[in-house]
Every structure is written in structure tokens, then in C-alpha cells.
């Protein structure tokens, strides 16, 4: 055996094994491949059904956004995601709360009623704000404050209060359920007495 014969001997099975080696490797790296886009795929539609589940199908979300647009008055009641909302009234008290931690020259009172047309308990009192001039305004504990869990099918009605400095011109209630992520509010134009 020539010096030549025993070099081409032990070469040959070197580029075999390199030739397995690279079979190998991007044989895994196309199994990687393939499992990343089932992966990304099934990761896509999950979301999508949360997101659906949570905000609501594309024609209940045009529903609320036409509810945001228009303005309610005292009296007027709107249903925002399975949450029954009325503004009874709307007027200002003469009642202080020596403890209260904010000065107020005059407290707004509003008296509103819920109802959960839903499957589950929610919270309610937290999901209304007021804002005097397009400033939001600070909470002023008043008698019969309304903070509570409410189970579906049920009704309730309360007050929740807040502190106005000066004379604003413009005063706004704006209502959005505590458990509904889609943005969706409905604002109500004010008038107390």
C-alpha cells in the first residue's frame, strides 16, 4: 500500500462523517424550524380568542364606541359589557366629613344604580369618575357611599361624592365597568342643584 492509498483511506471516512454531520444538523435545525411556526401559529390564535374574550367581538366593540360618542343626562341608563348603568341625580350637599383629607367648597353628590346583566360578581362604586373642566376630580366620602360586589342578575343603588374647588363651568360623570378593558365609556353631562 502506496503512502497516497493510505491518505485517500483515511479521508474518506472523514467526509462521510462530515457529510452525517451536516445531514444532522440541519435536520434539527429544520425540526426547530417547523416546531417555531406551529408554535408562533397556535401562540397567534390563542391570543386572538383572549383578546376577543376580553374587548369583545369587532361588532361589539363599534357598539361601544358609538355609546362613548354620545352624551346622557340625568335619568338616562347605558349598558356597557353586561354592566346596566343609571344616573339617578346629580346634586350638591351641604354634608362635610370632618375626616375627609380634601378641602372642598362645594361636594358633588351622584346617585346612581347598577345592574349586573352578567355571569359573574362584579365590583361597583370604583367605576365612575367627575371631572370639573376636563379636571378629573378628587372622591369626598359621603352617608350611603357606594362600594360593593354585586352578583349577576341583581340591582343596587348608592352615592358616591367628590370634591370641587372654585366654579367650574363644566361638570362630567363618566361611567366605564371596572372589568371591561375595551375603553369604553359613557359620559354624562351634569347640571346639579
Avoid: H
Avoid at 444538523?25 to 397567534?44: H, K, Q, T, V, Y
Amino acid at each position: 500500500m502506496t503512502n497516497q492509498e493510505f491518505n485517500n483511506q483515511n479521508e474518506l471516512p472523514t467526509k462521510k462523517s462530515k457529510k452525517k454531520w451536516l445531514w444532522g444538523c440541519g435536520g434539527c435545525l429544520g425540526i426547530f424550524i417547523i416546531l417555531a411556526i406551529i408554535f408562533g401559529s397556535c401562540s397567534a390564535i390563542f391570543v386572538g380568542s383572549v383578546d376577543e374574550e376580553i374587548n369583545g367581538t369587532k361588532e361589539e366593540q363599534k357598539k361601544n364606541k358609538k355609546t362613548s360618542e354620545k352624551r346622557y343626562k340625568v335619568g338616562d341608563d347605558v349598558t356597557i359589557k353586561d354592566v346596566k348603568f343609571k344616573l339617578v341625580d346629580a346634586s350638591y350637599t351641604d354634608e362635610r366629613n370632618e375626616f375627609a383629607e380634601v378641602e372642598a367648597d362645594k361636594v358633588l353628590v351622584v346617585d346612581m344604580e347598577f345592574t349586573n346583566n352578567g355571569d359573574e360578581d362584579i365590583p361597583v362604586g370604583t367605576d365612575v369618575k367627575a371631572y370639573a373642566d376636563g379636571k378629573q376630580l378628587e372622591s369626598y366620602p359621603v352617608t350611603d357611599e357606594l362600594m360593593d360586589g354585586l352578583s349577576p342578575g341583581r340591582s343596587i343603588q348608592g352615592k358616591t361624592g367628590f370634591a370641587i374647588t372654585g366654579n367650574p363651568n363644566k361638570l362630567e360623570l363618566e361611567f366605564s365597568p371596572f372589568a371591561d378593558f375595551s375603553g369604553t365609556k359613557a359620559i354624562y353631562n351634569l347640571d346639579p342643584q
